[in-house]
Structures are given as C-alpha cells and as structure tokens.
C-alpha cells in the first residue's frame, strides 16, 4: 500500500495534467490600420469627405482662390507715375470701364462674336449629331465619333496656325475659290468667325448627340402614329427635348469664344475682351486687367444661371 501510495502521484499526475482544460490564447490587440478602417466603415460620411477633401481643396485654394484674389485686385488701382500697385478701395477701374466707350464698343463686339459662333455651330451640328444619334448604324456611329474627337487631340496653336494658312491672300481658300472668281474672307472679323466655329464645333455636336440618342424611339413613334409629319415631330417633340442637351452645348461654344485672346491675336487686328485683358497684364495695369476679367467672368455668370432653368447642367 506504501508502495502504491508512492506511485501514486507519479502515474495520475499527467493524466490529470492531460485532462486539464487548455488556456485559450489572448487576442491580438488590434492594430491601428485595422482600428482606423472600422471607424470609417462605420461612418460613411466622414470616408466621403475624406475622399473629397483633396479635390475640394485644390478647387477652394487653386480656383476659387484665384478669381478671390482677381476681385480683391480690381478694386485697386495703379500708380501712374511709379507703375506700383495701390492697395486702397476704389471704384475708378469699373467708372473706366462704364464711360469709357471703346471697352462697351469692344465687348458687345466679343458678345455678338460669341452669340454668332454659338449660333452656327448649333445649325451646323444639329444634322450631324441627329444622323449620329437616330440614322447611322453602330459602327458608322462610332466612326463618326472618333472623327467629330479626331480635332480636339490636336494642338490648339496648331489648328489656329493652319487657319491663319487657309486664310492668307495666297492660302488654300483663295486658291480653292478662284477658279469659281470668289474669294476667301481673308484676316478680319469673318475670318476669325470661321476660325472659333471650326475650333468650337464638336463641344456642340457631342452634347446634342448625346441628347439626341437619349430621346426614346417609342416617343417619336407615338407622334407618327398620331398623324405629326416629320416637320412637326421634329419642332413639337424633338426639339423641346433636346433644347437641354442645345444650352448645354452652348456654354461650352459661347465661354470659350467669349474668353479666347490668341485666335483674335492671330487672325485678326480687331480687339476683343481677352486682347484687351492681356494687354492690361502687360502694361502692367493688374488691376485695371482684373476688373476688365470681371466682365466676361460676370456675362458667364449670367448666362449659366439662364443655362441651369433650362436644364442644361442635366445634359452636361
């Protein structure tokens, strides 16, 4: 009995050690990475404004930032005779602006420039975008778009240069039309017309087809059956759909001419608003040019306010 006593502790001592329940092990403490991507699965939120807050930023510093320091400067004025900028409140740039009559003269000019190019790229793309959109098959539809993208991966100095080539006395135009005893607009304010239509032309063709082609079959269908001819399909349905996808082909066509200083630099002498913003930066008369900037940066305003009731940024 002594003896079993004695073996006793010795063989049951595993056996209860094996029998023990094992200790389970800790967790790992999360780690920081795994703790800040919970947080923000939880909170959809604040993940959107992080996502946004570098775009937002550059935008509020880079552009807003700029056009705030632009109307802060075109309330100051210049020093005639040392040329330093005086940095006091004053209206006398926009009194300028007002009773002077070459900058009224010069910006109804670049206005009416901007209306007639915005015009004519609205009667010249509305065919093409409509047989885009409702006549071409798949496949003539896709070449018509790499050719109405073809002009834009073009440099812009290259294609205004080549206009200005067309448009000499002795260019391709003049040589083009003599046989017929025409000839071409030559430099002028004709001449640059063509240019910024040429320039222009597909911002406004690719709204419209894109208009064009969201206007449903079944919609046109429903006027023919109706007993509309074409002409009526076209000014009652077609054209009080699209005029959306038409306003917003024009921000792009009227923004772009109202503002453009090199094709006028180029094709002709006239001055228009950019020329004259550019020569004021070169004076340098900076505030005088910065009030002159607000001009076409206030016609814009106005303008896309107009766009937004007819519901162009929906077409954008």
Known sequence: ?????????????????????ATAPAPAPASGRRRLAGGLHRRPRLRLG?????????????????????????????????GLVIHQFTLDNFVALVENPLYRTVTLRT??????????????????????????SPRTRGLLVVAVLMPLWASYLIKAYTWRL??????VMNWFLAPFGLKGPGYGEVGLWLVFVYLWLPYMILPLFAGLERIPSSVLDASSDLGARGWMTFRRVTLPLVVPALVAGSIFTFSLTLG???????????QFIGNLILANFGVPDLPFAA??????????????????????????
């Open 50 to 82: 992080l996502l946004l807050a570098g775009p937002v930023g550059w935008l509020v510093i880079a552009y807003l930032g700029s056009l705030l320091i632009l109307f802060i400067n075109a309330f100051w004025s210049r020093d005639a005779f040392t």
């Open 291 to 316: 009030a002159l900037s607000l001009v076409p940066l206030t016609i814009m305003i106005v303008y896309l306010m107009l766009a937004r009731r007819l519901g162009a940024f929906e077409a954008l």
């Open 166 to 171: 067309i448009l000499a006395e002795d260019g």
């Open 111 to 136: 206005v009416l420039m901007a209306a007639a190019v915005t015009v004519t790229c609205a009667i010249v793309a509305f065919p093409i975008a409509y047989y885009m959109a409702r006549v071409a």
């Open 260 to 270: 453009d200083y090199i094709a006028p630099s180029l094709i002709t002498t006239t």
């Open 1 to 21: 009995m002594a003896r079993a006593s004695r073996l006793g502790p010795s063989h049951h001592g595993p056996v209860a050690e094996a029998a023990a329940p």
